[in-house]
């Protein structure tokens, strides 16, 4: 059954050097709750999973100007020039990946498979060190899974059995992440003390272990 | 005579819009490509599809009114269309990847005879990240490239992309102010010449062989 916690309390299950899936595009559908009190912490060398690094004073962002990221897989850096910057004075590693590719990654992650096949990235640097399988006489990249030991991840709505739904674009990594991760922490806008509408549910609550009142109680 | 970059982006935008027919599934690049919708025909509408996860993309909201939940790719409110919905990232490059999108226009750095793009990274200098362009035009049933003719002075098109690519052998025609390539298995055929441009001026900023086969 899922908790509900403060901020506070979920970063006492950070360790340095872990692997952290967190959830958004740019800012929309971002977790932020999480990542202002890992700020308040010595914690570091995380590896992040995400589709971007955000902007330099947003979510994601922040950790990665407060020098907490050693190594990101993401899709994209370009909207934080902290990412950049850190990249090219080579003091962050960077696996760009393309999205598409990364979000069946975190799928393949969380669904038991052993990676999937697509033909995205051929004939591109996105291929290095990667098997190249052939079916029909077509080729494609085998992509492997990605696991985290936690996973961070907004809902604009949560009930207590830890459902989640979603609002607008805010889905993005959001569903994809929580099955991927030994730990989920879910920050929720809403809480809702009836269960959320089952034909609505994105992420079903058995996947998430934490939740956190994101305090907004209907007000979006 | 000299163009400003507003009138060359207006020239490249308008021409851009003639590409789409009514009811095409569109994908459409951050910054020039996205200025294309402006200049749409009557009776041509178009479904634009964002990576991010909308299919439906509306207008543009100011950021005092809007529901910041609904965001195109490049994090910018809008509205959703009639009849449009969301999706996460799984489903939207899905869609991308499956053949699903129909006309898909992106910018570049370089494009090349054969068709091969590139407008990620420039090693050293500039790494924003692929985003989703590589899933983009691999499944795209028809990929344009909208572009200035040359970045200070220097081409774009090229006989073969010196940069890390986005795609192998991808792009169907290319957009600029001065000119309208298509791809064709034995390389760049010049279709169109704008009337801002001359074959002489197209000769002069292209860095690659080309045959004409004008369509007026």
């Not at chain 1, 899709?75 to 003091?91: A, D, F, M």
């Not at chain 1, 990946?97 to 669904?111: D, M, T, W, Y």
């Not at chain 1, 030991?149 to 709505?157: E, H, L, Q, R, S």
Request: hydrophobic letters at 40%.
């Amino acid at each position: 059954m899922v908790k509900f916690i403060s901020a506070a309390e979920a970063v006492t299950f950070f360790q340095n050097g872990q692997t952290l899936m967190i959830g958004g595009f740019l800012n929309c559908g971002s977790p932020e709750l999480v990542i202002n009190e890992l700020l308040k912490t010595d914690l570091k060398d995380f590896m992040l999973i995400a589709n971007d690094t955000g902007e330099a004073n947003t979510n994601r962002g922040k950790l990665i100007c407060a020098g907490k990221i050693k190594k990101a897989i993401v899709s994209h850096i370009g909207t934080n020039p902290e990412t950049v910057r850190l990249y090219n004075e080579g003091k962050i590693e960077i696996d760009l990946q393309p999205q598409g590719s990364l979000a069946e990654r975190v799928r393949a992650g969380g669904a038991g498979l052993g990676g999937i096949l697509t033909p995205v990235g051929i004939g591109t640097k996105a291929a290095e060190n990667k098997r190249i399988i052939e079916v029909d006489g077509k080729e494609y990249l085998l992509e492997t899974p990605l696991h985290a030991d936690i996973a961070v991840v907004y809902a604009t709505y949560a009930d207590r059995y830890g459902n989640l739904e979603f609002h607008g674009s805010t889905r993005n990594f959001n569903v994809l992440m929580p099955p991927a991760a030994d730990i989920v922490v879910a920050e929720a806008e809403h809480i809702s003390d009836e269960p959320l509408n089952p034909d609505n549910i994105a992420v079903p609550g058995i996947y998430v272990d934490y939740l956190i009142d994101g305090g907004r109680n209907g007000t979006l | 005579m000299e163009l400003s970059k507003e009138q060359t982006q207006e020239i490249i935008a308008r021409r851009v819009a003639q590409e789409f027919h009514d009811g095409d599934v569109v994908t459409l690049g951050i910054g020039l490509p996205t200025k294309a919708v402006k200049y749409l025909p009557q009776n041509i509408n178009i479904i634009i599809q964002s990576e991010n996860g909308v299919l439906g993309v509306g207008r543009y909201q100011d950021d005092t009114t809007r529901d910041c939940h609904i965001t195109n790719a490049g994090g910018l409110g809008v509205t959703l269309n009639a009849g449009g919905c969301f999706l996460d990232s799984l489903a939207s490059f899905s869609m991308m990847r499956g053949g699903h999108i129909d006309i898909t226009v992106l910018g570049a750095l370089q494009v090349d005879a054969a068709g091969n793009l590139a407008n990620w990274c420039i090693p050293g200098k500039y790494t924003p990240g692929m985003g989703g362009a590589m899933d983009l035009v691999v499944g795209t049933k028809r990929l344009i490239i909208a572009m200035e003719h040359t970045a200070k002075g220097a081409p774009k098109i090229l006989q073969k992309c010196t940069l890390p690519l986005t795609a192998v052998h991808k792009v169907n025609r290319i957009i600029t102010e001065k000119a309208v390539f298509d791809i064709a298995s034995d390389g760049l055929v010049l279709k169109e010449i704008s009337s801002y441009s001359s074959i002489e001026d197209i000769r002069a900023s292209t860095a690659a062989d080309f045959r004409i086969e004008l369509l007026r």
